[in-house]
Nanobody, 132 residues
């Protein structure tokens, strides 16, 4: 059974950086698209970045694309989200998600194909706090 585990969150000072990890068990991420989402307090969850099975297939929302970098390490079955120059607006819970029937991304927010809830999987999230 596919499970996604995010890690790497924590308390970071403004201007700092961190790397979030999304590791899968029970499934190989190598050939599927993986998305990162952020949910700030009191706001809806938004997709911030997506990476397809090819490292050249990457998308970012415009507001963060100069500071966020998504990548994958297939040997570790892990997708990363590096965040630099953190600002308070980056705070929130970060989730990764996989749709096992999608191999590529067409936008920053990975969305289920054909309402495919059976193929779309979420991690439990990791909390990022930005404060001095």
């Amino acid at each position: 059974q596919l499970q996604l585990v995010e890690s790497g969150g924590g308390l970071v000072q403004p201007g700092g950086s961190l790397t979030l990890s999304c590791t899968a068990t029970g499934y190989t991420l190598e050939n599927v698209a993986v998305g990162w989402f952020r949910q700030a307090p009191g706001k809806e969850r938004e997709g911030v970045s997506c990476i397809g099975r090819s490292n050249n297939n990457r998308y970012y929302v415009d507001s963060i694309k100069d500071r966020f970098a998504i990548s994958r390490d297939n040997a570790k079955n892990t997708v990363y989200l590096q965040i630099s120059s953190l600002v308070p607006e980056d705070a929130g819970t970060y989730y990764c998600a996989v749709d096992t029937i999608q191999t590529g991304c067409t936008q920053p927010a990975l969305t289920p194909l054909n309402g495919g809830l059976a193929t779309f999987h979420w991690g439990q999230g990791t909390q990022v706090t930005v404060s001095s």
